[in-house]
Nanobody
Framework: VQLQASGGGLVQAGGSLRLSCAVS????????MGWFRQGLGQEREFVAA????????DYADSVKGRFTISRDNAQSKVDLQMSDLKPEDTAVYYC????????????????WGQGTLVTVSS
């Protein structure tokens, strides 16, 4: 299974970005999908996750109300719409996949993309 994240870039505080993750090499609807991020010198942390049906969604408290995760099973992709971005959102963002909608720690996800850098300037 291969995951390819895209859409990162430089944005001013208060701005928006949309990340996308294309999945290939597996049966996309088998997987719950998530987004994680890792700031410089920090541990990788959970951002958002969505079940294979889209019926279950979870967000980190720090992004609730600002970020929206969605998926398109026909196109085998998952998106993360980020709004009202803050400098503390600066990080490399990773998409990840796992079987089942369970614990949200990085070690519970089997498949990972390469990451895309989001930089929010103040």
């Amino acid at each position: 299974v291969q995951l390819q994240a895209s859409g990162g870039g430089l944005v001013q505080a208060g701005g928006s970005l949309r990340l996308s993750c294309a999945v290939s090499g597996g049966t996309f609807r088998d997987y719950a999908m998530g987004w994680f991020r890792q700031g410089l010198g920090q541990e990788r942390e959970f951002v958002a996750a969505i079940s294979w049906t889209g019926g279950s969604i979870d967000y980190a408290d720090s992004v609730k109300g600002r970020f929206t995760i969605s998926r398109d099973n026909a196109q085998s992709k998952v998106d993360l719409q980020m709004s009202d971005l803050k400098p503390e959102d600066t990080a490399v963002y990773y998409c990840a996949g796992r079987y089942g909608f369970g614990p949200k720690k990085p070690q519970h996800f089997e498949y990972w993309g390469q990451g895309t850098l989001v930089t929010v300037s103040s």
